[in-house]
């Protein structure tokens, strides 16, 4: 392990136990992660297309599991029942890594911890550890192609048969599904109810006949996400995660602990500075004002929504479900990459915008990567309503469908246009 000699000053005012995690933390990682440093060009910009394949993934988050550092504020006996502060450093410590872990994010930052806040004592048993160790990978099948911002209108089916619910309708946008084992499905199971109240949530193995996964391609050139069909799929009911009709409920928590890893940069994928100075730097655009004053802006807010991260962690750690604040995380990261992007590929200019040259056009791929973490999760318009009305206390949105069984219903998705 390395020693003290290497803390900061301001580390070594930390409590002696929080300095040891720190240790802890940084010689697991100058052991087992790859270093930024080591993916950028001679420019400093971090490659977007280095390769972090599935096994290479998969031992990383085994390694990390067996050094009681994945899933580090899960409660015991699921996860280390880590401090919002060990949360906090090991996010410091690993800054400066590509840390290959994004196949993992939404299962580990979403799904699981809904599985352990909603499900049996026999999913948690079954599906926690094996997540943890990157054994088995997990999507999240919300959005349809009606029902995006509005997912309580969405029109799938599950309807029930002695022990098995029999699933059909069509999913869309699912991340990661062509690689993963298992997903979080939500679908309609009451036509009589009011659309909130009448979702089920379910655990779909992508493997049972019936499900079809069909890749989408996007504006960036990657092909992450897909369409998943489902044609008479059988779910048995111990899949079932929460109360029958009451999966908006899990829907809705694992929406905003979605928010709150998206906002809280769980991906590591914030650009940060040093690329933008380095670019800069390159073009002979450092001393220029408006470069220096974009700069600084971007360092403020990476600063800023650092801050969020820690205050949200602190509270999750304090017993509180996530809330609001995980939607301010949400649209501030949002903001933040597309503030990030915009100014490379001011500064990149036009052989950026071109794609002239290998090293200015990741800047243009940043361009166009950047408004999905807009749409992601709840586009920055959703957010902002949600800001709106349970931050600032402005009056809801009218909400002429909320009461009505889902039947009866002539808006959305039940529109006689849609
Ligand atoms: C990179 C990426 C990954 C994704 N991964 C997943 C995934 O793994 N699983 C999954 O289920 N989904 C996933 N999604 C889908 C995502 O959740 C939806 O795209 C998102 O909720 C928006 O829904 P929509 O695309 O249907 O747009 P719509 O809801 O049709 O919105 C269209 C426009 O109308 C605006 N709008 C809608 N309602 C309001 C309102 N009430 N007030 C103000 N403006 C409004 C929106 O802001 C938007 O600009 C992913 C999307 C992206 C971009």
Not at 88 to 97: D, H, L, T
Not at 207 to 214: D, K, L, Q, S
Not at 221 to 246: H, K, L, M, Q, Y
Not at 333 to 345: E, F, H, P, Q
Request: glycine residues 12%; aromatic residues 6%; contains cysteine.
């Amino acid at each position: 392990m390395t020693g003290y000699a290497d803390a900061t000053e301001g580390e070594l005012a930390e409590p002696i136990e929080l300095m040891e995690f720190r240790l802890k933390v940084r010689a697991f990682l100058a052991e087992h992660a790859p270093r930024r440093s080591t993916r950028r060009d001679d420019d400093g910009v971090v490659t977007a297309s280095a390769a972090e394949d599935l096994a290479t993934q998969k031992a990383f988050q085994a390694a990390l599991a067996d050094a009681g550092l994945a899933g580090l504020t899960w409660p015991k006996p699921w996860g280390p029942g880590g401090t919002a502060e060990q949360q906090g450093i090991f996010g410091e410590e690993a800054a400066s890594y590509d840390l290959p872990i994004t196949t993992f994010l939404i299962g580990l930052g979403m799904v699981i911890p809904t599985i352990i806040e909603f499900g049996t004592d026999a999913q948690r048993a079954r599906y926690v550890g094996k997540a943890l160790r990157g054994e088995e990978i997990w999507s999240q099948l919300f959005s349809e192609p009606g029902a995006g911002s509005d997912v309580a209108s969405l029109q799938m089916r599950a309807e029930c048969d002695g022990d098995e619910w029999v699933l059909n309708g069509q999913k869309v946008w699912t991340t990661g599904a062509q690689v993963s084992d298992f997903g979080a499905v939500i679908a309609r199971t009451s036509l009589e109810r009011p659309k909130h109240r009448g979702i089920t949530m379910f655990i779909i193995d992508f493997t049972a006949p019936g499900v079809e996964i069909r890749p989408l391609r996007q504006m960036n050139g990657g092909s992450g996400f897909n369409e998943v069909f489902f044609t008479d799929v059988r779910v048995p009911d111990a899949n079932r995660i929460g109360d029958v009709d009451d999966g908006w409920r899990c829907a809705v928590a694992m929406l905003m602990n979605e928010r709150v890893a998206i906002g809280s940069g769980g991906g590591g994928r914030s650009i940060g500075v040093a690329p933008l100075i380095e670019l800069a730097r390159r073009r002979g655009r450092l001393d220029e004002p408006l470069v220096r004053d974009g700069i600084v802006d971007v360092y403020i807010r990476t600063k800023i929504l650092g801050l969020i991260g820690q205050r949200t962690r602190a509270a999750s750690k304090a017993g509180k479900a996530p809330g609001p604040e995980g939607s301010v995380a949400k649209l501030v990261g949002a903001l933040l990459a597309r503030r990030t992007s915009d100014l490379g590929i001011a500064i990149a200019g036009v052989g950026g915008q071109a794609w002239m040259d290998a090293r200015d056009s990741r800047w243009a791929l940043a361009v166009l990567s950047a408004p999905a973490s807009r749409i992601a999760g709840g586009t920055d318009e959703v957010q902002r309503n949600i800001i709106g009305e349970r931050v600032l206390g402005l009056p809801k949105e009218p909400q002429v469908d909320r009461e009505l069984p889902f039947k009866e219903l002539r808006v959305g998705t039940q529109s006689p246009r849609a």
